[in-house]
């Protein structure tokens, strides 16, 4: 486990070649999967899966986390403890792999 700005992560491996994939939130996390860009071109996706590129869930991440003012950190643990907060959905979502 890994703190971020005071928020505990889990590192994400991919589920084929085990290439780490950066950091989730562990709060509010219930599954993860993540493949990486190689190994999602030679396989196929586990079935009933689907993709979610990581340049859009940044994206969206990014702009969640635009919105939290200036303590974004307290702010955002906060928003994590409610799984109806657009926040915590990002987070139950990366990487998306299955739903
Ligand atoms: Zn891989």
Same mark, same amino acid.
């Given at each position: 486990? %890994?703190?971020? /700005?005071? +928020? /505990? =992560? %889990?590192?994400v491996?991919?589920? /084929?070649c085990? @290439?780490?994939?950066?950091? %989730?939130?562990?709060?509010?996390? !219930?599954? %993860?999967?993540?493949?990486?860009?190689?190994?999602?071109?030679? !396989?196929?996706l586990?079935?009933? @899966?689907?993709?979610?590129?990581? =340049?859009? !869930? /940044?994206?969206? +991440?990014?702009?969640?986390?635009a919105?939290?003012?200036?303590?974004? +950190?307290?702010k955002a643990?906060?928003? *994590?403890?409610?799984?109806?907060?657009t *926040?915590?959905?990002?987070a139950k979502d990366?990487?998306?792999?299955?739903?």
């Amino acid at each position: 486990m %890994v703190q971020v /700005n005071g +928020v /505990n =992560h %889990v590192p994400v491996f991919c589920m /084929n070649c085990g @290439t780490p994939g950066g950091l %989730v939130p562990e709060q509010g996390i !219930y599954f %993860v999967g993540w493949m990486c860009d190689s190994c999602q071109e030679k !396989y196929p996706l586990p079935p009933g @899966t689907c993709a979610f590129p990581d =340049h859009e !869930y /940044n994206q969206r +991440v990014a702009g969640e986390w635009a919105k939290l003012g200036p303590d974004p +950190v307290a702010k955002a643990v906060e928003l *994590l403890k409610d799984d109806r907060s657009t *926040l915590s959905r990002l987070a139950k979502d990366q990487p998306k792999f299955g739903k």
